[in-house]
Nanobody, 123 residues
């Protein structure tokens, strides 16, 4: 079992930055860590994923160049640095993890999920 807890969300102005954190506990060596988001009335969208074993990273086009994944292995914490935020980035953000993933940005590939953290970007 893997437990995930996100934090760092908030309400910000467009053009600013936020950093989300995801702390893992339990069995803390999943092979994949990812971030998803869900805006009101929309499906959950995969935005970034990392294959921990070789550090391969995938980004959705919607966040490429603005969002960056990183991690602190000593703290079992993954980070999502979000720069140049836009109103369309408003959503609940979730981190997810699993051991075997075929499609890194597909929701159905992940078994373990955090509770989510709200990000609201105003213009």
């Amino acid at each position: 079992q893997v437990q995930l807890v996100e934090s760092g969300g908030g309400s910000v102005q467009a053009g600013t930055s936020l950093r989300l954190s995801c702390v893992a506990s339990g069995y803390t060596n999943p092979h994949w860590m990812a971030w998803f988001r869900q805006a009101p009335g929309k499906e959950r969208e995969g935005i970034a994923a990392r294959y921990i074993n070789d550090d391969t990273i995938y980004y959705a086009e919607s966040v490429q160049g603005r969002f960056t994944l990183s991690e602190d292995k000593a703290k079992n914490t993954a980070y999502l640095q979000m720069n140049d935020l836009k109103p369309e980035d408003t959503a609940v953000y979730y981190c997810a993890a699993d051991f075997w993933v075929s499609s890194p940005l597909r929701e159905s590939n992940y078994k373990y999920w955090g509770q989510g953290t709200q990000v609201t970007v105003s213009s």
